[in-house]
């Protein structure tokens, strides 16, 4: 059976508006264009798959089911447009974290690779056709290290610009729509037409209990 080729998204400050620690669904907002970006890449039969740090559940700030009013305001968002995500993949771990339950050092908080790598387990997916699209050089570094191209969308996210062979990205676009056309402008049109080719799978979110 054919692997898949699948788009990882980075959630805050690439598909929505960044409000740090948030899980109030009124303050979910989608990035300008990020519904007829998405929408193109599943019409190219590109699997969608959010991949997100989530360290506020390892603060204390909120528990891990706080984060489905968030993951249903998204889903709403992104109705309109016919898109919907294969997968939800979250770390709740932080290495100074006060829960105890996801304090600690994991292989899953981005800049690991550890949530993509679960993905492409779960849903077959040949990381060597997928890309990564984030707004920071962890996002990137995930992405190259899976075996991902990578898409930097540069809106300002990134502060500390710490350079490595791992946090060059294949592209930098200022928009989701721009990296998009990176994407599909990158792929030959073959690949697509073989991605497009390919069987749809189930939605599920996914979070690991313990770091490690």
């Not at 559940?57 to 016919?82: Q, R």
């Not at 930097?152 to 990205?169: C, D, I, K, Q």
Request: glycine residues 8%; charged residues 25%; contains cysteine.
């Amino acid at each position: 059976m054919a692997l898949n080729a699948a788009v990882f998204i980075d959630k805050d400050g690439t598909l929505i508006d960044d409000v740090p620690y948030n899980v109030d669904p009124a303050k979910v907002r989608l990035r300008d264009g990020a519904g007829e970006a998405l929408a193109r890449l599943q019409r190219h039969g590109y699997h969608l798959i959010l991949v997100t740090n989530q360290p506020g559940v390892a603060f204390g700030l909120f528990e891990p089911d706080a984060l489905e009013a968030v993951w249903a305001a998204i889903a709403a968002l992104l109705s309109p447009y016919g898109v919907v995500f294969d997968a939800i993949y979250h770390c709740p771990h932080h290495p100074q974290g006060t829960d105890d339950r996801f304090a600690g050092r994991c292989e899953c908080r981005k800049p690991e690779p550890g949530l993509l790598l679960q993905a492409a387990q779960d849903h077959r997916l040949d990381l060597r056709r997928s890309w990564l699209i984030g707004d920071i050089l962890d996002d990137i570094e995930a992405g190259r290290r899976a075996g991902c191209r990578t898409v930097l969308l540069a809106v300002g996210s990134e502060t500390e610009w710490r350079h490595g062979p791992m946090r060059e990205p294949d592209l930098v676009a200022s928009s989701l729509a721009e990296a998009v056309d990176g994407i599909l402008e990158w792929t030959p049109a073959e690949v697509l037409d073989s991605i497009a080719a390919e069987p749809e799978s189930g939605f599920t979110v996914w979070q690991t209990d313990e770091p490690g």
